[in-house]
């Protein structure tokens, strides 16, 4: 008898463990990868692999190198893999980093890329 309740009070620990940990899974997407940027006349066209179970993408775009919270979103709910940036001043500098979007919620932000139009 001991031994029986033994177990059923393991298999209730067991699956209260269990049910703790669903839905506090992060299933954000994952951060868009090898993004470039291409500098032109008057415009910076972005190119970035596609992220699996990613529904829109976002652009953010600064003036000096720096992590995502220092950029500032530049177009929103896109659902292609490029962006051509044309409200840019040659000469200028401008750093940008991608993320993916999903009904989970929003990825880290790509690596970072620059260019300089022309």
């Known amino acids: 008898m001991e031994q029986r309740r033994i177990f059923s009070v393991t298999v209730a620990v067991l699956l209260m ?27 910076v066209t972005l190119d970035w692999d596609a992220v699996t179970d990613a529904t829109s993408y976002n652009v953010y775009r600064g003036l000096s190198t720096g992590d995502l919270s220092s ?41 970072e890329v620059s260019a300089t139009p022309q």
């Open 17 to 43: 463990v269990l049910l703790a940990g669903c839905g506090s899974d992060n299933n954000t997407p994952s951060a868009p990868q090898n993004l470039t940027a291409t500098a032109g006349a008057s415009m």
């Open 71 to 111: 950029k500032a979103l530049l177009a929103s709910a896109l659902t292609a893999t490029a962006y051509a940036d044309t409200n840019v001043t040659s000469g200028t500098t401008y750093f940008y980093q991608v993320t993916a979007e999903s009904s989970d919620g929003e990825s880290n932000g790509s690596a």
